[in-house]
């Protein structure tokens, strides 16, 4: 089972920040969260990931809470092709799979 | 970046007939890639973990011998859906991860099967 939640939907207004929140308050000590987006009938797109501490790349920011149950992803400027299903996943140790949860669609709006 | 093709993108099936996919790591080894079913408007659901040179780890409820895999090399991995039935209908995606802790998981594009 996916060790995250996040909420179902969020809209956010063309070239502004999206902030997107993701619950993990069971994880452990060395698991790594990821984040992906899914651009309908695509496989998904790495966007970023961190263990503890914050990480910022091309694409967006991951700010990861000091206890780690919780971690949001930034996408600086939203664009409409940031429209996309948004996935925050927990690393599973065993076997170091990608569980997947629901995730978040993200509609970016003009 | 890492590159993960996925081959063929769409497939179209008789019921009762069976089905390849492949997945390749173009530009790095894979000791590891894994195997994703979605059906329509849900979220990917691991299928079972391919890996190279022995048998594939299969999640709960997954039939091993329905969906066949194979990881011949350090960049192949093939899927086949055996004696395909309707229901099997789904688009199906394959990932590969650089070896080394740390490294993110490139997912191929996915494949879409039809079976009629």
């Known amino acids: 089972d996916a060790k995250t939640t996040q909420p179902p939907s969020m809209d956010c207004a063309e070239g502004r920040a999206a902030n997107l929140p993701c619950n993990h308050s069971?994880?452990?000590?060395?698991?790594?969260v990821y984040w992906y987006r899914q651009i309908h009938s695509q496989g998904p797109q790495y966007i970023i990931h961190?263990?503890?501490n914050n990480e910022t790349n091309e694409m967006a920011s991951l700010i990861i809470t000091e206890d780690r149950k919780s971690s949001t992803l930034i996408l600086p400027h939203a664009t409409l092709r940031d429209t996309a299903v948004y996935y925050c996943i927990v690393r599973v140790l065993e076997g170091n799979k990608l569980v997947f949860g629901a995730g978040t669609i993200l509609r970016v709006k003009s | 970046g890492a590159v993960v093709s996925q081959h063929p993108s769409r497939v179209i099936c008789k019921s009762g007939t069976s089905v390849k996919i492949e997945c390749r790591s173009l530009?790095?080894?894979?000791?590891?890639m894994f195997w994703y079913r979605q059906f329509p408007k849900q979220s990917l659901m691991l299928m079972a973990t391919s890996n190279e040179g022995s048998k594939a780890t299969y999640e709960q409820g997954v039939e091993k011998d329905k969906f066949l895999i194979n990881h011949a090399s350090l960049t192949l991995s093939t899927l086949t859906v055996t004696s395909a039935h309707p229901e099997d209908s789904s688009f199906y995606i394959c990932s590969a991860s650089e070896q080394g802790v740390g490294y993110g998981y490139t997912f191929g594009s996915g494949t879409r099967l039809t079976v009629v």
């Open positions: 961190g263990l503890k």
């Open positions: 069971t994880i452990s000590g060395n698991e790594y």
């Open positions: 530009d790095f080894q894979a000791t590891t």
